[in-house]
């Protein structure tokens, strides 16, 4: 069935007497060229995952060009909405779940054994971030992650240190993958249209993490430390998050070489993580 447009959408909505839940970030894309876009950027090599199905304008291309597509609904009024709009294909298979309360890495375990598989997205913007942490921090035996999120996290993900946008979001995507911008897509092509635009964002998982560290507990912890208070020195971020006294975190910052005024946001990845050993 073709869906990419306004008015099948609205006529499927329609049909079933389906309102859109703001809630559970309902706004359903409806760009053939976009959505064939993140499809083409995932790579699928054989199996797909899906996030958040809704009446399936992606999961079709995702169908489309894998051999199995695997997708997660919170919402239980889309699941017989997506078994009429799925019904020419036969490689889907639909779990009425939440993803954030379900183990990725069993399901990929189950469900594609050793496959190559990549995740696909558009995702609930009220849980986009918690959504990427946990993606990456289950360490997913995933190729890559494509993603569709508010274009400011798309900008804060690609953004370079010392920017405004550079955060611990930024860091941990840098530590675990290489992240690309892949398009920009204005709010008019969704139904409901949202406030804000758009982006599409391929994370490409690293064999290894981009940085060696002895202790990743303690790197993430020394990069939320560093950007915990924004207007506040690396020096009295660290001191508030560390017990080491000012004292002993300015010397360590001198012997890295790096001024204790400077800000949390202006560190590279190599930084925090020299840091990081430091503190141990
Ligand atoms: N994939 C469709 C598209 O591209 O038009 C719908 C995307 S819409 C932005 C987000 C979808 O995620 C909705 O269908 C929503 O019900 C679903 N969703 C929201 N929270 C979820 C969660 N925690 N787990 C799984 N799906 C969720």
């Known amino acids: 069935m073709y869906l990419a447009s306004p008015t099948v959408i609205k006529n499927i909505a329609a049909k079933y007497g389906f309102t859109f839940k703001k809630g559970l970030g309902q706004n359903f894309l409806t760009s053939k060229e976009i959505l064939e876009r ?20 992606l999961t079709d291309e995702l169908a489309e060009r894998a051999e199995k597509v695997v997708a997660l ?21 639909v779990i009425n779940a939440d993803v954030m309360k379900t183990d990725m890495a069993k399901l990929i375990e ?3 054994g050793e496959k190559p598989v990549s995740i696909a997205a558009n995702l609930p913007y009220y849980i986009t971030t918690p ?19 508010q274009k400011e996290v798309a900008e804060r993900i690609s953004a370079a240190p010392g920017s405004k946008d550079y955060g611990a979001l930024t860091v941990m995507c ?17 139904v409901p249209q949202p406030k804000v635009d758009s982006a599409v964002l391929r994370l490409r998982v690293l064999d290894k993490p981009s940085v ?14 560093a950007f915990s ?32 005024r400077r800000r949390g946001e202006t560190l590279s990845i190599a930084e925090f993580a020299e840091l990081s050993e430091k503190l141990r």
Request: aromatic residues 8%; negative net charge.
């Open 38 to 57: 993140i499809a083409e950027s995932a790579e699928i090599e054989y199996g797909a995952i899906e996030i958040g199905p809704g009446f399936g304008v």
């Open 73 to 93: 609904e919170i919402d239980e009024r889309l699941i017989p909405v997506l078994k009429d709009t799925m019904s020419d294909h036969d490689n889907i298979k």
């Open 110 to 112: 189950e469900e594609f």
């Open 131 to 149: 959504i990427i942490t946990m993606l990456l921090e289950s360490r997913l035996p995933v190729k890559n992650i494509v993603v569709m999120v």
């Open 174 to 190: 840098r530590y675990f993958t290489r992240p690309e911008l892949v398009c920009v897509v204005p709010a008019s092509l969704f």
């Open 212 to 225: 060696e560290v002895s202790d990743e507990k303690l790197f993430f912890r020394t990069v939320k430390a």
């Open 229 to 260: 208070q924004r207007r506040k020195t690396l020096l009295n971020c660290l001191a508030a998050n560390f017990p080491h006294g000012k004292a002993a975190l300015t010397d360590i910052l001198e012997s890295l070489g790096i001024d204790p």
